[in-house]
């Protein structure tokens, strides 16, 4: 009397701690007899999807499946983006375990089962390929067949006249008037508008769902620098490190804001630092240095403005830009970031995004970057180091370097005289006296990004950008070859 025995394994989680870069991947399950070559082969017999594949989000793709060969499953492809993040497959697999030398399995239920399932993720997969041939033949997108794509939640009706475009205008819910729309004043206004676009793969943006757009404007998170504090770790052990979290998923409003949360962070955590260390009896001299990425430089510039701040100017020591948009994002030449810019503040109205680009007000010496850069945010430091990319099309390479631009240098506008005046208060500060020299550096990262082919990613420039967070190699020559700045 032959036996048969069936083993399942459910996957609720995936968690990866700090193990993987960002990239996809899928967990791939198979069962082999040990010493036995000449037992049936142990093959997955049913799977169980216990929740159901969300088929259009950003984080996943395709389905689970079976490989003939190897008699493996393997779990639906998923985007790993940050260390300490939860996956949730939520499947269960049955493997087939036959006590026999012959596969019982080759005629069975569960082997016909099978085959039907996988016939139809075949016609499934026909019929996508169908489609998007279609849709390059008529213009339109597979974007326009799915409503979840096109609805956007609550928007503007955007109409392009000269004086600008109108306000909000409620919610709509004809996707396809709303694509037509979109479509053709985002044409116009690319076509006509000389502050944005010139380049017809501007166009690509339109097709994109409101999950890809916000995905290109994804904000950080607390563990994106991880890598520098590793590094800042071995080179002095006694170091405290701040991965701050008050702004995490709050940067869409109020630069000004931002930077009093994140003032009341770092006093709070210097407070619990200092109280520690004086009560051991090793209350010593404090260096206070700062490590941004991105908009977190104009965070970090906005806290040091903050009144909370003001006792410990005296102790700031190093102060590592990476990427710092710290001239807003005048004279960018980055055409398809910036419609995507454009677009992003008609559609979700981000207070961050109009102060980067100097719409928050009229009159641009009343804008918060106008501000800012009046205020004297650089000039404690003791060290300057200003790391940028000219591949980095997320920041503008003048902003990051805190440098003059052609675009700049030959706009004899008040938009021109403003840009100079930022730039030369920026400067005038780094330049201030000070009773110690104080260093000054500008460093430019090439990255090799070849094995990324062409995507949107490289496409915008956020492939360089993000690489800066994936990449410490720059971080390591910088900082041991001047281990004084991070000591």
Not at 184 to 192: D, T
Not at 265 to 272: M, N, P, Q, S, T
Not at 317 to 328: A, F, K, N, R
Not at 414 to 426: D, R
Request: glycine fraction near 6%.
């Amino acid at each position: 009397m032959e036996t048969a025995h069936e083993v399942a394994v459910y996957i609720d989680r995936f968690h990866n701690l700090d193990l993987f870069q960002q990239g996809w991947y899928c967990m791939k399950i198979s069962a082999t007899w040990e010493e036995d070559e000449y037992r049936a082969p142990i093959t997955p017999a049913r799977v169980t999807q216990y929740e159901a594949i969300d088929i259009g989000a950003k984080g996943s793709f395709g389905f689970w499946k079976i490989d003939d060969v190897d008699n493996s499953f393997n779990t639906q492809p998923f985007l790993v983006k940050y260390a300490r993040q939860d996956i949730y497959p939520s499947v269960m697999v049955s493997f087939y375990i036959p006590n026999s030398e012959v596969e019982p399995l080759e005629h069975g239920v569960g082997s016909k089962s099978y085959d039907i399932v996988k016939g139809l993720l075949s016609s499934r997969e026909m019929l996508l390929e169908e489609l998007k041939k279609t849709s390059s033949v008529t213009g339109s997108t597979l974007e326009d067949l799915d409503d979840a794509d096109l609805t956007l939640g609550k928007y503007e009706t955007v109409q392009s006249s000269k004086s600008g475009f109108s306000n909000y205008r409620g919610e709509h819910r004809a996707p396809t008037k709303f694509t037509r729309q979109m479509t053709g004043s985002l044409r116009e206004f690319l076509e006509s508008s000389d502050g944005v676009g010139g380049s017809t793969n501007d166009i690509m943006l339109y097709t994109l769902s409101t999950e890809e757009l916000l995905d290109l404007f994804e904000t950080g998170n607390h563990l994106d620098l991880r890598l520098v504090r590793n590094q800042w770790l071995l080179l002095d052990p006694g170091a405290e490190c701040l991965l701050s979290q008050t702004n995490e998923e709050r940067t869409t409003g109020d630069f000004k804001e931002m930077g009093r949360r994140l003032a009341n962070e770092v006093v709070a955590f210097l407070k619990r630092k200092l109280d520690k260390h004086c009560k051991n009896g090793g209350c010593e001299e404090m260096k206070l240095s700062f490590v941004g990425h991105s908009i977190g430089n104009v965070i970090i510039r906005s806290a040091l403005t903050e009144p909370k701040l003001q006792p410990f100017l005296k102790n700031l020591h190093t102060y590592m830009s990476i990427s710092g948009p710290h001239l807003g994002y005048w004279y960018s030449s980055n055409s398809l970031f910036n419609s995507g810019l454009w677009l992003m503040k008609r559609l979700k109205g981000m207070q961050s995004m109009h102060q980067l680009t100097f719409s928050d007000e009229e009159d641009p010496q009343n804008t918060f970057f106008y501000k800012l850069c009046k205020l004297k945010t650089l000039e404690n430091f003791k060290h300057i180091i200003l790391v940028s990319s000219p591949q980095d099309g997320y920041v503008p390479y003048h902003s990051a370097r805190i440098d003059l631009c052609h675009g700049a240098s030959s706009d004899t506008s008040k938009k021109g005289q403003v840009f100079t005046e930022m730039l030369n208060n920026c400067l005038d500060q780094i330049r201030a006296p000070t009773s110690e020299t104080r260093v000054f550096m500008r460093c430019d990262v090439h990255f090799d990004l070849s094995a990324q082919g062409r995507n949107l990613n490289t496409m915008v420039g956020r492939a360089a950008h993000i690489e800066f967070l994936e990449d410490d190699i720059y971080i390591r020559f910088i900082m041991w070859s001047f281990p004084e700045f991070f000591r």
